[in-house]
DNA sequence: CTGAAAGCGCTTACAG
DNA sequence: CTGAAAGCGCTTACAG
């Protein structure tokens, strides 16, 4: 061009201590003059072999993760360490179309690592994404041999929920679930239902509300479960209406999410049931909308940020080789729970 | 490698019709069993000029991106253009430093467009962003002339609030801003500092709401306004609580966002103020959680899904080439307004 | 301190 | 239907 070899313009942008300040300069200026920016980062990437960015794949919609607060927080975690370690963040968009479509983004993914959160244990994804061989962590679930895994303990955090809501007294509970199986359906789970689970964090709840169960000797049957058709406000309303309605309505709900619980205190509204006098509410996560609501719900805090954080630092490879993290939850009284009503005529 | 060239494997799996389908799964089947995933993604983009991502950079932290519920909404309208276009999103982290390592990232990103989101005007990102020459749309600001833009309409954002307030009867009106211009400060602002605003949205609603005090023939100097350190909850409620307390205290509060407005809120009850009797609080872009608080926020809603969307449209080429597109509010009456109360006394 | 050479892993006309 | 060749834009030892 002028003068130097494609190999100096390299150093001029890339190592400043391999040429002398002054070409430096000049290569700087006519590179500028040029309208030459830089190197380009596909061609520095395959080159260098590495990409400086980090991906994140969902099997949920990519637009549903924001739209779900918690999954949000999940990602403001993922977020902050990309930050850290100057590191862009790719959300890779997973379709679900049944030919394949789907393990096409992942195979497309210009990244040097994986996140996969929100995925089913037996989603083709996870072969997929393991495939690529490059650093993978997997966030809930599933929780695989050798793969490095961030997650709740969510066995405690069933347990602490439903031990709370015995304590005071109830004995009429209803679990208000979301998405037992990667099938979505709504309505009342039945038994074979709640083994077939599909998702590693159900199945731990379900032991978690069994423990509480024998902590208290009492039977299973207790428990009503139902599903709803989508984890947020909405689906939470509708189902807490279906479960409130009739004769043995319970005079507690345990739900998956605050999401739900936001809904349910909703429809108890609607129906004029008084939350926490008639009914007790108990969420999942602690989203900041836990707080707002009124009542305050009762809700288990699962550290969604710390979480997401852990899994990004796994991803850049800046925590030490753990294999598992597993973060504790805490249960967080508000307004939500009080004893259970003595005694329970008609609605 | 087995008797066909690189080029047949590449046709394997980019043209399944440049070749016999019973070479092609002979071809996939060798692959599979070598471990062979499939093309390189950074090499293929190389090789193609076209990355299948584009990037959104933002000024703020990356996570703060997920704290605000505002700009949580703008990325799940741009990540459902992605979608749609089964394009990856990218987020590039824009560490501010001072020695221009937050341009670098900007060079760095291997993206075929560009979104800028919450970019101050003069910020040296926006020309180093530009300079790439790759397709590039501004989200709210800065508007500059031959880039496409995507905007609310933020003057008569404010004129719809601030006159909804006039038509109650409030004549101290106090204006809780935030980011007037990059620099943060907080505390109440001088009449120069509201002509120095940094931000395109900003100017336009001071537009608004001389728009509305001149529709009722009311001076400028009804208006207080102060500036809140930061855009959330904690900063709209110190703010609140520094404006509430005195004599001239304000009959109302008119805030940049609900995040703000939910701040006052806990404010005013911390203080034994009611709202709306003895205050009324309007917000501004109605995120879900205005319709949760108690009581209800009135709003400006200003649609921040279509807006990501809209701008991720035009990103992956899908929208007709306008160049701007300016997005319709709506005034959102809740429980938070009422009328002025007919005289005051001390607090 | 600077440059020639090899290599990163693909795709795309094009000739056969 | 298949393969040889050129090219995508860089980086990295290495020799001078």
Redesign the pocket.
């Known amino acids: 061009m002028l003068?130097?070899?494609?190999?100096?313009v390299?150093?001029a942008?890339?190592?400043p201590?391999?040429?002398?300040s002054e070409?430096r300069q000049r290569i700087l200026e006519a590179a500028r003059v040029a309208g030459y920016v830089?190197?380009?980062p596909t061609?520095?990437a395959?080159?260098?072999?590495t990409q400086g960015t980090v991906g994140l794949v969902l099997t949920e919609q990519l637009s549903y993760a924001f739209s779900d607060p918690a999954a949000v927080l999940v990602l403001e975690g993922i977020a902050r360490a990309c930050e850290e370690g100057e590191t862009g963040l790719l959300l890779v968009p997973v379709t679900t179309t049944k030919d394949g479509s789907q393990t096409r983004a992942i195979n497309a993914a210009a990244v040097d690592a994986f996140a996969l959160y929100s995925v089913s244990d037996d989603d083709p994804i996870v072969e997929t994404a393991l495939a690529r061989s490059i650093p993978t962590v997997m966030i809930d679930q599933p929780m695989l041999e050798g793969v490095p895994y961030v997650g709740h303990d969510h066995r405690s955090a069933a347990r602490l929920a439903l031990e709370h809501l015995l304590a005071l007294g109830h004995r009429r509970v209803a679990v208000l679930a979301y998405r037992l199986t990667p099938e979505r359906h709504s309505g009342e789970v039945t038994r074979q239902q709640q083994l077939d689970a599909g998702y590693h964090h159900t199945r731990a709840r379900l032991q978690g509300y069994r423990d509480a169960l024998r902590a208290h000797g009492l039977d299973w049957d207790l428990l009503t479960f139902f599903e709803s058709p989508s984890n947020d406000p909405a689906g939470g309303a509708a189902s807490a209406a279906a479960l409130l309605q009739g004769q043995g309505a319970p005079t507690a709900i345990l739900t998956d999410s605050d999401q739900l619980a936001i809904g349910a205190l909703q429809a108890a509204a609607d129906a004029g049931i008084s939350v926490p006098d008639d009914l007790s509410l108990v969420g999942m996560d602690d989203i900041p909308a836990a707080r707002m609501v009124t009542p305050a719900l009762t809700t288990v805090r699962q550290p969604m940020i710390e979480k997401g954080h852990a899994a990004g630092r796994i991803l850049l490879g800046k925590s030490p080789r753990k294999k598992r993290v597993v973060l504790p939850v805490e249960l967080i009284v508000r307004e939500s729970t009080a004893p259970a009503p003595a005694e329970r005529r008609t609605r």
């Open positions: 003068g130097v070899s494609r190999a100096t390299s150093n942008f890339n190592r201590d391999q040429l002398s070409l830089g190197p380009d061609a520095r395959l080159s260098r072999g």
